[in-house]
């Protein structure tokens, strides 16, 4: 069996701090992981590799540092991996970033099974996964929180709003997950020792038969046409250690203004 | 330029249309009329008890009814194939969708198919008058900036909206809509993703991002026992309980109680935090609530700058103090 998964590197947001007067995020000189979600992806496919034998290729779309995450999945026990980099994909919104994906599964493929995180800690849309299944052509399922194959079929069980809902889809498909499904193991040392001996396949456009303006801040259906800070209107109110009954009072104010009381 | 219509995709659990699709269907009424155009509702399910009635008062002029068998159980594939489907038959110029799992499902998927764009977890929608385009507000990376994003020449301009980001408006009992039965090509309905069941959540685990009130603990609860007692003010107050990575992490409670960048982002009417100190990652998730209130030890912990109540203090003295009023508060009102 052959396996993909998709990752992205995200800004390590446990070390991300915020700028006291302007209210961003201050990203400079802060560390980046592979999106966490997608550590649950990259370990579903190593345990499909383990019982019942498959491939893992990895790919992420992203600037030519997105090496450093690329390079953590081989140490992790992926086979191959590949950067899709290219001055064309940047600025890509989802669906461009799905195209750009789903060009390279197509190039390098087939897959059996696409695995991604559900959604990633930075742009948080969840979008990337159903949109690259229907550019494949292949079905798909979200919020995944168990899955084994067999005979050709994932069977699977979702975590939702009300609970959970079993599925079963034919392979190939693409499913994301979620990070109950598994705990992600530690690199070894020998995969680490690995890792730094494998080559990681660089990807542009051409390579994967992606026309410039189909991609990137030209290609991409939307776009961002302003950024701006909302206007912090709380008014806070603070109560210390001393005054802790008044802080509870006014609590039970605020419940009883908002009829929640 | 013609404007076209807007089209609400409705979520229907168990044949009931739920609340978040009346939300959307009084912000597109609000939008549809800017260009002089119909609000047009799609409800895909097996049966449906009510709904429609609802659906004309709050502000839909269509209501597309998609009834199949095949909707008694969430089927991703059939579903968004069903929307572009719609989409395909009613060309409308914008379509809404809420961003519970099933719409963050469904719409990528329709989107894709359609090859046109889709912004996900939008606080805000607005029409541009030079262009009648569909602004599209929502938070960017980690919620301490927003985005207001346009799709300038794809169509429809699709958009996912967060439930309880929009409040519903006044119901007009009186407003009538069309109802129209969409009919579904077999090809839709013969579907490769077989949906097998589905089993509820028990009692504690339903979903906080529908809740008005959540007492969420972190850190400073120290363990899993004690979240009984943010679990007791939850019940009073009819709320449910989250919980930071932290808590999660160290498995003091589950992870469909995590709020944040990695859980969930909720929108109560009111937000308690008790011993979080306020990471960005959970702070993100917070953004849309009404109103929070803080508690913890620590008088320099971040969650107090973005809180609208601070109380510096063990999360073991106030909680129990909170308990305490609301028992009385409550008592009181019973006598």
């Known amino acids: ?261 | 330029m013609k404007t076209g219509d807007v089209m609400v995709v409705g979520e229907v659990r168990s044949g009931v249309v739920q609340p978040v699709t009346m939300e959307l269907i009084s912000r597109a009424r609000i939008l549809a009329d800017l260009q002089g155009s119909d609000v047009v509702v799609l409800l895909m399910s097996d049966e449906l008890e009510s709904g429609p009635g609802e659906c004309a008062a709050f502000g839909a002029d269509r209501i597309l009814l998609a009834l199949a068998p095949e909707f008694g159980l969430f089927n991703q594939d059939i579903q968004y194939r069903t929307v572009v489907h719609a989409v395909m038959e009613t060309k409308p110029a914008v379509v809404l969708a809420p961003a519970t799992t099933s719409g963050r499902t469904i719409m990528p998927a329709a989107a894709a198919a359609l090859g046109t764009g889709l912004t996900a977890d939008c606080t805000g929608l607005d029409i541009d008058f030079d262009t009648m385009d569909l602004i599209q507000t929502r938070p960017a990376i980690g919620g301490n900036v927003m985005a207001s994003i346009r799709t300038p020449n794809h169509r429809p301009q699709m958009a996912t909206v967060r439930p309880r980001t929009f409040s519903p408006g006044e119901p007009d009992r009186t407003r009538e809509a069309k109802l129209l039965r969409l009919d579904i090509p077999q090809e839709i309905l013969d579907s490769p993703v077989e949906a097998l069941g589905a089993e509820p959540a028990e009692g504690d685990e339903s979903n906080i991002q529908d809740m008005d009130v959540i007492v969420s603990g972190g850190k400073g609860v120290a363990r899993a026992g004690s979240f009984d007692l943010l679990r007791e003010l939850a019940s009073l107050l009819g709320g449910g309980v989250g919980a930071s990575r932290a808590a999660v992490d160290n498995r003091w409670i589950g992870y469909p109680h995590q709020v944040g960048l990695s859980g969930k982002a909720v929108s109560p009417r009111v937000y308690i935090a008790a011993g979080i100190s306020g990471s960005v990652q959970h702070l993100a998730g917070i953004q849309t609530a009404d109103f929070i209130v803080a508690v913890n030890r620590d008088p320099d912990a971040p969650i107090f700058r973005v809180a609208d109540l601070s109380i510096c203090g063990d999360l073991f003295d106030v909680i129990p103090r909170m308990i305490d009023a609301v028992r009385s508060r409550i008592e009181k009102r019973k006598s």
């Not at chain 1, 020998?190 to 290609?219: P, Q, Y």
């Not at chain 1, 206007?231 to 039970?252: P, W, Y």
């Open chain 1, 1 to 261: 069996m052959r396996i993909a998964v998709l990752i992205k590197q995200v800004p390590d947001t446990d070390e991300v701090k915020i700028d006291e007067t302007s209210g961003t995020l201050v990203r400079e000189g802060t560390g980046t992981i592979i999106n966490p979600l997608d550590l649950h992806a990259l370990e579903s496919a190593f345990l499909l590799k383990r019982f019942n034998g498959a491939s893992v290729s990895v790919f992420s779309m992203g600037p030519m540092q997105a090496e450093t995450a690329l390079r953590e999945s081989l140490a992790l026990g992926a086979d191959d991996a590949f950067l899709l980099s290219d001055p064309a994909f940047a600025g890509s919104d989802t669906w461009a970033t799905a195209r750009v994906l789903a060009s390279a599964l197509i190039s390098f493929g087939p897959y059996d099974l696409v695995l991604a995180g559900e959604k990633a800690t930075d742009g948080e849309t969840g979008q990337v996964g159903p949109e690259v299944a229907v550019m494949l052509g292949v079905p798909f399922s979200t919020c995944v929180s168990s899955f084994n194959i067999s005979g050709g079929f994932a069977n699977l069980v979702r975590t939702v709003e009300e609970g959970t809902e079993s599925q079963r889809i034919p392979l190939p498909c693409l499913l994301t997950v979620l990070r109950d499904i598994n705990e992600p193991s530690m690199p070894t040392l020998a995969g680490k020792m690995r890792a730094r001996r494998s080559d990681i396949s660089k990807v542009d456009a051409a390579t994967i038969n992606i026309e410039h303006s189909s991609v990137g801040l030209t290609g991409s259906p939307t776009r961002v046409v302003k950024v701006f800070r909302p206007r912090v209107t709380r008014g806070a109110e603070h109560f210390d250690a001393d005054n802790i009954d008044k802080g509870v009072e006014r609590f039970i104010e605020i419940l009883k203004e908002r009829s929640l009381l």
